[in-house]
Every structure is written in C-alpha cells, then in structure tokens.
C-alpha cells in the first residue's frame, strides 16, 4: 500500500518542480526536431506532471491503487476523468450552431460513414470540394472547423505505455478510468481504438500515438528531422460564406506524402497519424467576418482507394480515382512535412 506520506508528497511537489514538466517536452523536441520550438498547440498538450509525480501514479498503477486516487490523478494530469467531460459544452462565438459530434468519417475515408455529418445536412458549410473550386477573390461556404472534443493533455510516456490500449483489454482500460457502460466516454474510447486498429488501405501507413513522445519518434521515423509544421489558425469562418484570399502551394512533393495527425476522443490526449500518397498543402486566408483565418487546405490527388459511397463522392458527383478531393484542415489537426533541413 502506498503510503500517506507519499501522497502528500504528490500534492505538494506541483508548486516546486511544474516548471520541470513543461519543459521536458520542449526539451524532447528540441533533441529530435530541427525547430527551435513546438507549435503552441502541442506545447499546450505537453503533460503537466513532474517527475515526482509520473514516479507516485505509476507505483499507485503497478499496486492496482490508481482507482482509489482518480480524481487527483486526473486532475493533476489534465486528462478526463467524469464520462462526460471530453465534449464542448459551451463555445466563445454564441452565434454559431451547436459542435458537430465527433465523426469518425474525418479520418476514415475506404469506407463511408454511418451517418451524414451534421455540418452537411443540418449546418451548411462546404466539407469536401474541387482544387479549382479555391481561387482568391472568390467566395466559398466553410463547415465547422471546430474541434467537438475538448483539449486534454498527453500522459508521459512512462505511464501511458502502462495502459492497455487495446480493444481486446478495453474492459482493463475502462476500469483505470472509472469509465461506465454505455456512457459517451465507453463510446469515445471504443471508436478511437476502433480507427487506431483498422486494417489500412492501401498506400497508407499510419498509427496512433498516446504520448508526446511517441508522436514525435513516429515523425521523425517517416519523415527524418528536419520538418515543417502546420496547422489552421483559428475557427475563424466557420458556417460563413467567406471570400478567399491569397492561396499558396506550402507543399506539392507528391512523392513525400505528409503526415497528418488527428486529435482523437479519449481520457487522455491521443492522435490517429496517418501518410496518404499524392497529397498537396495549401495556405489559404480566409476573410471570414471578424478577421481573416489562414487556414490550412490538404487536396488528396489519388482516391482510387476510398469508398464510392463515400461523402465527397455524394456531394461532388464523380467516383474514387476520378478527381482529387479537398478539405479544410481542422482545429486540433497537425499536418507535418518534410524539409531540406
């Protein structure tokens, strides 16, 4: 049993030793990065826990006493402890309709999704489109570039290769988290492990990866240590018929795909990467009503692969292989280049 002492310890060390955490992170990129330093959205998800801390919760995870101290385990991680916290329940901009759910079609694209995503059939916006569809001076309506999941933070990967993140242990994991049957979170968690262990299509490499760490060694295993980082600015222009501003070509090399990253409904943070081949990256300025958004826009040039029910093919009216598709890139979403270093 862990002893009292111990854990008063824990709840007193914060105030000494978070400055420790916050730049283990840093520290992590800048070995393995050729940046001078991350992008503040994933300097935002770096763990908050020092390493007195990540010693305590793994000696509480190897006696089986994480349960007993959840709260304070999710609270001093910044990670989701109540069933129901990962969701937005409320936005800055009250003048926009409610978060579209979490779809698993963004990320998804050989099969197509149960469901029409709610930004297509009740909200407006225009998810999928042509290249020549972006020209600047024109006008183009833009779905919802919010992200429906709440910011959570990584776990270090010390404790997070402790947890069973797998569908065939999810039970094991439920209980770790005190998550409850048939609640949102039972649900997030089983579709996120459902997308990370999908077979995948063919021409594509991809992973999920629970810890800042693992993120990075996956990036620099595809793509080397020099790269470039991207993401959109802001929500700015979402569900608004916006004028398009200058657009630039940030990336054409159709023989080094990207990475893309998606951020992934889950206790904790995790991203579903994925390498599509024949992918191009443009930076786009939004003018959206209160200030011009600079976006990120990933036309995919080869779609011979995806489902021929699939949403675009709906909504543009061709087939897989026949055009290229285009989407904006979304709040929470990192995409991830190759560089000359």
Known sequence: MT????????????????????????????????????????????????????TVFMKLMEENELSSHLHSFCMQANIACSTNTLVKKTTDDTTLPPIAQWNSGRVVYETSPKD??????????????????????????IPDLRDPISYKSFLPRTLASKIPFSLARINELKKIF??????????????????????????????????????????????????GVWST?????SYENVTIGAVKLIYGN???????????????????????????????????????????????????????????????????GLIEVCHWVNENVVVWTKTLG
């Open 3 to 54: 002893h009292p002492i111990l854990l008063l310890g824990f709840l007193i060390v914060p105030y000494f030793y978070g400055s420790q955490a916050e730049n283990s992170f840093s520290q992590y990129w800048e070995e393995h990065i050729g940046l001078p330093n991350p992008p503040h959205s994933l300097a935002a998800k770096a763990s908050p826990l020092s390493l007195y801390q990540v």
């Open 116 to 141: 029409t995503p709610l930004s297509v059939s009740k909200q407006g916006g225009l998810p999928y489109f042509r290249e020549s569809m972006v020209k600047e001076g024109g006008f183009m309506p």
């Open 178 to 227: 005190g998550v409850v049957d048939e609640s949102n979170m039972d649900e997030y968690i089983q579709n996120t492990l459902e997308t990370c262990e999908k077979r995948h299509i063919q021409g594509e490499q991809n992973t999920c990866v629970t810890s800042a760490e693992d993120l990075i060694d996956f990036v620099v295993k595809k793509l080397g240590h020099h790269v």
């Open 233 to 237: 600015e802001s929500i700015e222009g």
């Open 254 to 320: 159709l023989s080094e795909p990207p990475v893309i990253c998606h951020s992934q409904p889950f206790p904790f943070q995790v991203y579903y990467c994925h390498i599509l081949q024949k992918v191009k990256l443009y930076a786009v300025d939004i003018h959206a009503r209160k200030k011009v958004n600079h976006a990120i826009m990933a036309c995919h040039y080869d779609t011979s692969i995806w489902s021929p029910n699939h949403h675009a093919f709906q909504m543009l009216g061709f087939g897989p």
